[in-house]
């Protein structure tokens, strides 16, 4: 009996020492760059914000910019905060979302305007997709994430304690250490999608 309760025992340690792992290194590498977490060259330097509909939100409640681009990916790969400062000297967030609709980019658009009330302009991206009344809501898209400036508890445990989370940590690595995208096109902390990366 006591050859099995030690085997048990050595069991439930094993598993609480994988399951520890595997949150330290998706906190450490912090592949959404949705943690508090310093960016170190070679190490976790390229992210992958690989669910921008995380991502954007938790970046939209920080935000202090004056304008927000709001779309499709369309927005996203077509507005360019960069060039908008240049000609107007007025910062601006890229919130495009890949098959947003407009129910989706009106909840973006309320959370911005509640999360910062210094906001001044909004430039809203319109293409055909956006009006199809039969398109199907992407399952990214969670409006309890929304209701609050904190992270839910189902995006902490999204994004430390899945495999997905654990395999997306693991390319940022790699990426990282070739100085090279992370597989598909890179974002760019403004939001826009940096074109110069090709889908591996």
Excluded at 17 to 39: D, H
Excluded at 162 to 186: H, I, K, M, N, Y
Aim: aromatic share 12%; charged share 20%.
């Amino acid at each position: 009996m006591e050859q099995y309760r030690r085997w048990y025992i050595g069991i439930l340690l094993a598993s609480v020492l994988c399951a520890a792992c595997i949150v330290a290194t998706n906190y450490f590498i912090n592949p959404y760059e949705i943690y508090k977490v310093p960016s170190i060259v070679g190490i976790n330097d390229r992210k992958l914000y690989s669910n921008p509909y995380l991502w954007k939100a938790r970046r939209i409640s920080e935000a202090k910019e004056d304008a927000l681009f709001l779309g499709s990916s369309r927005t996203g790969r077509g507005l360019d905060p960069e060039h908008y400062f240049a000609i107007s000297e007025q910062t601006a967030f890229n919130a495009g979302l890949s098959g947003a609709t407009f129910k989706e980019q009106q909840a973006y658009l309320e959370y911005a305007i509640q999360s910062n009330p210094q906001l001044k302009e909004v430039f809203l991206g319109l293409d055909f997709e956006g009006f199809n009344e039969y398109s199907q809501a992407i399952p990214a898209f969670k409006e309890s994430r929304l209701a609050t400036t904190r992270l839910t508890n189902s995006d902490r445990l999204e994004t430390l304690f899945t495999q997905t989370a654990l395999l997306d940590s693991l390319r940022v690595v790699r990426a990282s250490a070739v100085s090279s995208s992370a597989g598909g096109d890179l974002i760019l902390s403004d939001g826009s999608n940096d074109e110069q990366f090709l889908i591996d």
